[in-house]
Nanobody, 123 residues
Framework: QVQLVESGGGLVQAGGSLRLSCAAS????????MGWFRQAPGKEREFVAT????????VYTNSVKGRFTISRDNTKNTGYLQMNSLKPEDTAVYYC????????????????WGQGTQVTVSS
């Protein structure tokens, strides 16, 4: 069992940066793949980025490549999403998720979810 709590969201101007954190409790985080998803009002939840349990592979959706970086520190049971050069279209609730394996690109590939943190980017 893994419990996830996101933090770090907020209001930022276009071009700014935020770092989201995902604090995990439970003994299996280090053996779990991790992902970030986001959901804007009126839209479906969409994949943002994923990372393997050993951090040897990361994958990003095209719209955030070169701007966002996913990482994790298994010694701290924490995952991160560094977001730079933010755009108004990045505005959404951001969720972290953990699964029992490696990379995951669809919401149904994840077993555990946080409650979400709001990111708002003003133009």
């Amino acid at each position: 069992q893994v419990q996830l709590v996101e933090s770090g969201g907020g209001l930022v101007q276009a071009g700014g940066s935020l770092r989201l954190s995902c604090a995990a409790s439970g003994r299996t985080f280090s053996s779990s793949g991790m992902g970030w998803f986001r959901q804007a009002p009126g839209k479906e939840r969409e994949f943002v980025a994923t990372i393997t349990r050993s951090s040897d592979r990361t994958v990003y959706t095209n719209s955030v490549k070169g701007r966002f970086t996913i990482s994790r520190d298994n010694t701290k049971n924490t995952g991160y999403l560094q977001m730079n050069s933010l755009k108004p279209e990045d505005t959404a609730v951001y969720y972290c998720a953990a699964n029992r394996g490696g990379l995951g690109f669809k919401w149904y590939e994840y077993d555990y979810w946080g409650q979400g943190t709001q990111v708002t980017v003003s133009s």
